[in-house]
């Protein structure tokens, strides 16, 4: 049997346009946002691992596949992959697995708890995507920045403990040609530019499918943005966090608000005004 790759990524770390880029690479089945507690449905619900599985490989790539576990499901799945000459990516639902949220019961394990399922049945290869700390704290809008950089450092300790590879979201939008040979070398993907069309591939979860979306999901091209303009108060909670600073020195980022080129002012107002129009506009529509 050949590998399976797992994709760890955390919310906001540019995880929803990597799979979409590598889903666009020859001979690739790719699972999105997978975990043992929960999947994401092709509809970006919450279901049961295993019929996340069933219900994503039917829909996107018209495979039928039976299990009543998830170990069965990604056994019986990988087979049939093996036989169509098919590389099985699972994009890791890092979230379930180190976010204190409703659906883990406010009770995450803090380890990849996919990893261990998964390699009690198969080899695996793996490698993380990850991001600047501050720009996911800036993505995801959380009050409490305590918590997230607590258990976002507890993450960053976990890839560091098992010795994974990590990519930088920052190289991949920097140049993304690169990157993405690089990662076919780490994971022996089929490297093919088809990725740059990331646009057409629909077979995802992810914040393109969600009420609010990122800034990046409306870009045509990959490319880097400058980092979210926030006011003082904000800026000096993000510089006084240590647990930010030490997730960043550990993967080798900047740790301070101010190093890197932002937003200005107006440019944040103008595209909160958008994307209000842009909810007002939807709304509408409903109506008629």
């Known amino acids: 049997m050949s590998n399976i790759i797992i994709i ?19 001979n690739v089945i790719l699972l999105s946002e997978i975990n043992t507690h929960l999947g994401a449905s092709t509809r970006n619900k919450s279901i049961s691992s295993h019929n996340a599985v069933i219900e994503q490989v039917y829909n996107w790539y018209g495979i039928e596949v039976s299990g009543d576990s998830l ?5 019986n799945l990988s087979k049939i992959c093996e036989q169509k000459r098919k590389q099985l990516l699972i994009r890791d639902w890092t979230y379930m697995d180190f976010r204190s949220n409703i659906s883990n019961n406010w009770k995450p394990k803090y380890k ?7 390699g009690e049945i198969s080899s695996i290869k793996t490698f993380a995507f990850v991001r600047n700390a501050i720009d996911i704290y800036l993505s995801l809008g959380v009050k409490n920045i305590e918590t997230f950089s607590y258990e976002y450092l ?13 990519i930088k979201y920052e190289d991949f939008v ?20 088809n990725f740059l069309d990331f646009q057409k591939n629909v077979k995802i979860t992810g914040d393109n499918q969600l ?3 990122s800034r990046g999901f409306s870009l045509f091209s990959i490319k880097k943005l400058p ?5 003082f108060k904000k800026r000096n909670l993000i510089d006084k966090s240590k647990d930010l600073q030490e997730a960043n020195r550990l993967l080798g980022y900047k740790v301070y608000y101010k190093d890197e080129a932002h937003q200005s002012f107006f440019i944040m107002v103008f595209q909160k005004a958008c994307s209000l129009f842009r909810k007002i506009i939807k709304q509408i529509k409903k109506l008629f």
């Open 174 to 193: 920097i140049n993304p040609i690169k990157t993405m040979k690089e990662i076919c070398n780490l994971t022996t993907l089929e490297y093919s530019n």
């Open 112 to 118: 990849f708890s996919l990893m261990d399922e998964i």
């Open 154 to 166: 507890l993450y960053v300790k976990e890839l560091n403990k098992a010795g994974i590879k990590y």
């Open 71 to 75: 170990k069965e499901v990604i056994l």
């Open 8 to 26: 760890l990524n955390f919310s906001r770390s540019g995880g929803t346009l990597l799979s979409r880029a590598i889903g666009m690479l020859p």
């Open 227 to 231: 980092r979210k303009w926030v006011n």
């Open 211 to 213: 009420g609010s979306a």
